[in-house]
């Protein structure tokens, strides 16, 4: 597997406000993003999670170590449209992030100033507006969508550009329930169908656990990588850092510390109520 | 509530001819429609473009008492230009003479026209917007600026920005609505006392939303570079504008009536 994002060491602080009072964001991340993955970071508020989403495409630049993007190094200013074309973002609030007045109007902004020719974008239009389900939408203003929806048309504008990795910087966190779920389909089947790279930036344990890999961070260090099974069975160093584990996660976590012998990695439903079955057995 | 009910524009979706001409056209002969009515003089130019309008409100299918309703936050200005037209204008015939004001024949002619003048000035401008989205009226008004490019007229960022601030208009009304109930529930009063009084209450409404607005500001630009907004240098269109037959005619009819006017007006027709 090639890889399309790499951090070294990768430092940031803001400015200081006050004198000797630098904050820092960062302090050493070093991570790999395999091509065709579907990463899930996840963290507390103020862990550095959106701030590392933001030096995926050089919105921010780093302090200290170096970022690269299939293989450009963010700071290379030339480079600046190659390195946003290959990985796209979606942000929180979809309102923030739609441009035009009307849906597909909106979604041909990325190849508009990609200079694609007309005929070219009304292709991606359709294409992106399909893959986000909202085709039947595209004459409509977004103003009168559903959050959902509006995130949707979002995520189709960043895929009209047809980048290799979509970095979403908690795309559901102003969603309710039913649009978060139109909206992690929408980004998983983006992931498995199109093998688009993604990378969820969440703070929600179940979505995070819908991930192939989990990045677990905690001001602004990485403190765990890997399989989301394996991540969330270490309950106790998650929770010392102010995380909650999937409610599966936690139960037999519970069950294990009374004495009974019941796998942790179990995570959906299923395997749960398996390993419950099995225990009574 | 009642602040989402307001329209963006005033267009009024359809698919008539008028619709379907190029916007760029539609500006075109506005431009053109104003300049004749300003040329007309007297009753046979100003019936020629009384033809032209009506015929243009028929074709459009824009229900003609939308025109009309449109023209009522106008009428104070209507009748304050008729009366000084009445009562101001010198002339020959005096018809009555009362206080310091005589009104003469000359002064009740010319405020009838001045009168038709405004109202058909402001039903023609109106039937463009009816007919027109915002979003095209853009691209039409940036396709036209154009040339002025070569000038350094940033024609392309004024463009942006219109689109952009027609873009948020309903997502800041929404926003207003949204803080003025937080306020009310906390106990503001938006309605009573005078204009004063209620311009003071609508001051803790504006700060907020200000700051939202910036805020927004902040975001959009970051989400525009994101998708590799680099200015218009370079950036392509999914929507081409182009003339069509229809455009053509509608152009040369513009020209020929404007012509017509000019020729009717100077012989004081």
């Not at chain 2, 989205?133 to 219109?162: F, Y």
Request: aromatic share 6%.
């Amino acid at each position: 597997m090639e890889t399309i994002i790499q951090a070294e060491d990768l430092h940031f602080s803001y400015p200081a406000v006050e004198e000797g009072t630098t904050p820092v964001v960062l302090d050493g991340v070093s991570l790999e993003i395999e091509e065709g993955s579907f990463v899930a970071v996840l963290g507390h508020n103020g862990c550095g999670k959106s701030t590392l989403a933001k030096h995926m495409n050089a919105i921010l630049l780093p302090s200290g170590g170096t970022v690269y993007v299939d293989g450009i190094d963010t700071r290379d200013e030339d480079r600046l449209l190659d390195i946003r074309r290959t990985v796209g973002m979606v942000f929180q609030n979809p309102d923030n992030q739609i441009v035009a007045n009307v849906v597909e109007e909106d979604v041909a902004f990325a190849p508009e100033n990609l200079g694609v020719p007309p005929d070219e974008i009304r292709q991606r239009v359709d294409d992106a507006l399909k893959a986000v389900n909202m085709y039947a939408y595209r004459e409509h203003a977004p103003h009168l969508l559903s959050g959902g929806q509006k995130q949707r048309v979002a995520i189709a504008g960043v895929i009209a550009m047809q980048p290799r990795c979509v970095v979403l910087d908690e795309p559901t966190a102003m969603l309710d329930p039913i649009g978060r779920k139109d909206v992690l389909r929408t980004i998983r089947t983006l992931n498995r169908e199109r093998g688009v790279t993604v990378v969820l930036i969440t703070h929600h344990m179940d979505e995070a656990a819908q991930a192939d890999r989990l990045v677990v961070m905690a001001k602004g260090k990485v403190i765990a990588d890997g399989a989301p099974k394996a991540v969330f069975s270490r309950v106790e160093e998650l929770r010392k850092v102010g995380l909650t584990v999937p409610q599966t996660t936690a139960l037999l976590w519970e069950l294990r510390r009374e004495g009974w012998d019941v796998p942790l990695d179990a995570l959906s439903d299923e395997e749960c109520a398996q390993a419950l079955y099995q225990l009574l057995q | 509530m009642a602040l989402k009910d307001i329209t963006l524009g005033q267009f009024f979706p359809g698919n008539s001819v008028i619709h379907r001409l190029d916007p760029r056209t539609k500006l075109i002969c506005v431009v053109l429609y104003i300049v004749a009515l300003f040329l007309a003089s007297w009753f046979v130019s100003y019936t020629l473009m009384l033809l032209v309008l009506a015929g243009s409100i028929a074709l459009s299918r824009v229900p003609p008492k939308s025109i009309l309703r449109g023209l009522k936050p106008v009428l104070f200005i209507v009748v304050f230009t008729a009366v000084l037209n009445l009562l101001y204008t010198p002339g020959d015939t005096v018809l009555a003479r009362f206080w310091i004001f005589t009104v003469t024949l000359e002064g009740v002619s010319r405020a009838f026209f001045m009168v038709v003048r405004i109202m058909m000035l402001i039903s023609g401008t109106f039937l463009l917007t009816y007919t027109t989205s915002p979003i095209l009226l853009t691209d039409g008004l940036e396709s036209l600026l154009n040339p002025l490019k070569k000038v350094r007229v940033p024609v392309h960022e004024l463009a942006m920005i219109m689109s952009i601030a027609l873009r948020f208009i309903p997502t800041l009304i929404e926003e207003t609505d949204k803080i003025m109930s937080a306020q009310r529930a906390r106990g503001a009063d938006f309605e009573s006392g005078n204009l004063i009084q209620r311009a003071k209450a609508l001051l803790p409404l504006l700060v907020p939303l200000f700051i939202s607005a910036f805020r927004r500001a902040d975001e959009l630009a970051t989400a525009m570079e994101c998708r590799c907004y680099h200015g218009g240098e370079g950036r392509t269109r999914l929507r081409q504008l182009k003339y069509k037959g229809a455009d053509y005619a509608a152009l040369l009819l513009f020209l020929a009536v404007t012509v017509a006017a000019g020729v009717l007006g100077h012989f004081g027709l």
